[in-house]
């Protein structure tokens, strides 16, 4: 796969379809992957494909990256999972499909963090998406480079994220209330969550608004609820559960937790999942009639 | 030889000592599958097999949010009531040599012209007491910056795990000295004969990097603007984590909160990561892309606190690289920096 890919980046830049191959590579001493921006057909054999690819390099496709931008036509090197980020950005109207080729990568899942790597692939150690993928052959893609999956996720969603999410809607308000006061009271608002999430491109984020300041910046308790809470009402009906800002938090807050929880109710009142389909709205940027009332009370 | 003998056993006697007499004692303890600086509650079990805590303990000296004054709007104007910082008694104990270098350089940046009492006030009270490092990772690099795992600047009081289930305990300044004497109860005087010090673990020196060239080279103007940086850092998403992990990282904001008539000001850690940091009111900003961030951070650690203080800007902890959600490794640029003419 990775000989596979080396060629076709070379061949997008050495025919001049793109300037910039967005992919991974080495650390120095070969035990990391991190983000690349291979521009010369001959460091195309910088990049690497394996378990260890996590990012999701389509934060790089946003507007937050100018210098990026400037160099030229993208092309990405995504996994299946990355891709449904792309297609958020393109119903957003922050990509327009042409202008970025797409280099799928058939995927058999990835680490949940790069240090939990022992060379080899466990389901105890890759993270709860790679576990309900259903897009381990990359749906939209120019390319797809890797055999085809044979993978069907299972029918009722399984993993760490599902099991804890069903103990918190056990809970009463209160409990709740605490437990995510407690996870939230580590936050050191560096704001990783946000700069590593594909999603949250805005130049001037929130936090950054200061006539009046908004959202307290303080990493006090309510500093830190009012920014946890409103990034994440920020993604409702948007987050593809790619798990960046939980992978990013360096206090371990379980951002997870919070992202798939919108998921399902916006699954349960729209019937919506996002990033699969290019040229559907997701239903917090539309009016339709057929909108549900239910919470009209 | 050492000036005393401390039994891990008797590490809660140390703190039931320390509490006794009104101080914090803040140790590395296991909070949410990390292990982090944390002023500890006597339920708390100290965490003792780490490398190194996940934060610094500079948020002990300089706090990452702290009210400086409190502010009320009358019809007759606006008061304004100064708060002075809370300074109590601290022992930081666990402390690695890296992150107890950093001291020296806060105390540069915080005393620079204008003295920040909430900063020397905190410091003045505050014992370090450092154990040297027998274990470590792949992302330490002290001795590439001309420390070791048993370096004493900048730690009061040294210890030394051994194999006979304690620490042998040194005094490095006349404050660790006083303390060591205040709580004399809490350790022997004299160090059982099995107890030997463990092997230390040294980080291998990355041969590629030279620290002096470095700072030769980011003198030089011309290299200011050169492409090389943006190569090197493209990846950088801009995050402030490195900046709030590292020991030496000092920047703050000042920050008004409250209700439209009365608030406080608050101080509050800033990155330089951050694009609305050095963004201008006119809306122009000097560091409009994210390499001249990085760059920023870099010349930060290589050349304003070395060429202005004379201090270490990096310890080589490690923790930038750690966190770094893109792995952009501060070493791999400082080795392409070394290479350059």
Redesign the interface.
């Known amino acids: 796969m990775e000989e596979q890919l080396r060629n076709k980046a070379k061949e997008l830049l050495e025919t001049g379809c793109v300037k910039v191959v967005i992919g991974y590579g080495w650390?120095?001493?070969k035990?990391?992957?991190?983000?690349?921006?291979i521009t010369r057909p001959e460091d195309a054999d910088r990049l690497v494909w394996n378990p260890l690819c996590v990012?999701n390099l389509s934060?790089?496709l946003t507007r937050?990256?100018?210098?990026?931008q400037a160099l030229g036509k993208p092309a990405i090197v995504a996994k299946g999972c990355d891709i449904r980020n792309i297609v958020v950005l393109i119903t957003e109207a922050q990509v327009r499909r042409e202008d970025v080729v797409i280099i799928g990568m058939t995927c058999g899942g990835v680490v949940y963090r790069?240090e939990l790597w022992k060379g080899e692939l466990k389901p105890e150690i890759m993270p709860t998406k790679c576990a309900n993928c259903g897009v381990r052959n990359p749906r939209v893609a120019d390319f797809v480079i890797g055999e085809r999956s044979s993978f069907t996720p299972p029918e009722a969603p399984t993993g760490m994220v599902f099991d804890k999410i069903k103990a918190i809607d056990a809970m009463t308000p209160a409990e709740r209330w605490n437990f995510w006061i407690g996870?939230f009271s580590?936050c050191?608002?560096?704001?990783?969550c946000?700069?590593?999430c594909p999603l949250c491109y805005c130049e001037r984020c929130i936090t950054?608004k200061?006539m009046p300041?908004w959202i307290?910046?303080?990493?006090?308790p309510r500093?830190n609820l009012s920014w946890n809470l409103t990034r994440a009402m920020h993604l409702v009906g948007r987050c593809t559960f790619c798990g960046?800002c939980e992978?990013?938090c360096?206090?371990?807050?379980p951002l997870n937790l919070m992202n798939q929880k919108m998921i399902q109710v916006v699954d349960e009142a729209f019937a919506f999942k996002s990033g699969y389909d290019e040229k559907t709205h997701p239903p917090m940027i539309v009016f339709s009639p057929d909108d549900k009332e239910g919470f009209i009370k | 030889m050492a000036d005393g003998f401390l039994k891990k056993d008797d590490l809660n006697r140390l703190r039931a000592s320390v509490a006794a007499k009104g101080g914090r004692f803040v140790a590395p303890v296991t909070?949410?599958?990390?292990t982090v600086f944390k002023e500890t509650a006597p339920s708390d079990e100290v965490a003792l097999g780490y490398i190194l805590a996940?934060?610094s303990y500079k948020e002990f000296l300089f706090p990452?949010?702290e009210a400086i004054a409190e502010f009320s709007i009358h019809r007759q104007g606006v008061e304004l009531r100064g708060k002075d910082a809370d300074a109590r008694d601290t022992v930081i104990f666990g402390a690695r040599p890296c992150e107890a270098a950093s001291l020296a350089s806060l105390r540069a940046v915080f005393t620079w012209g204008f003295i920040d009492e909430s900063y020397t006030k905190r410091e003045d009270k505050t014992v370090v007491i450092t154990v040297a490092c027998t274990s470590g990772d792949?992302a330490c690099f002290c001795t590439t910056v001309g420390l070791s795992p048993e370096s004493a600047a900048g730690s009061d009081v040294m210890f030394h795990e051994t194999d006979a289930d304690g620490w042998l305990v040194y005094a490095v300044t006349e404050k660790g000295r006083a303390f060591i004497e205040a709580h004399a109860d809490a350790w022997s005087a004299a160090a059982p004969e099995d107890a030997v010090a463990r092997t230390l673990f040294m980080p291998p020196v990355i041969a590629g990097v030279d620290i002096k060239k470095i700072g030769e080279r980011l003198k030089k103007k011309d290299h200011y603007d050169e492409p090389l940086w943006?190569e090197l850092t493209?990846?950088c998403?801009?995050?402030?984590?490195c900046?709030?992990?590292c020991p030496t990282c000092h920047c703050f904001?000042i920050?008004?909160?409250g209700a439209a008539f009365e608030g406080e000001r608050?101080k509050?850690?800033d990155?330089c990561q951050?694009d609305?940091f050095t963004l201008h009111a006119s809306g122009h900003n000097p560091r409009d892309?994210?390499?001249k961030r990085w760059r920023n951070r870099f010349m930060c650690k290589f050349n304003f606190y070395p060429e202005k203080f004379g201090s270490k800007g990096c310890v080589g902890c490690g923790r930038c690289v750690r966190?770094c959600?893109?792995?952009?490794?501060i070493?791999?640029v400082m080795?392409e920096m070394s290479k350059r003419p």
Request: with cysteine; glycine share 4%; charged share 30%.
């Open positions: 650390n120095r001493t035990t990391r992957t991190a983000p690349v921006f990012n934060v790089y937050k990256f100018k210098d990026i790069q996870e580590r050191i608002k560096c704001y990783a946000r700069q590593v950054e200061n300041q307290e910046t303080s990493a006090h500093g960046e992978r990013a360096p206090v371990n807050i | 909070v949410a599958r990390q996940r934060n990452q949010t792949d943006a493209r990846k998403i801009g995050c402030g984590a900046t709030y992990v904001d920050t008004d909160e608050r509050n850690w990155s951050y609305s892309a994210q390499w966190v959600p893109v792995r952009l490794d070493t791999e080795e």
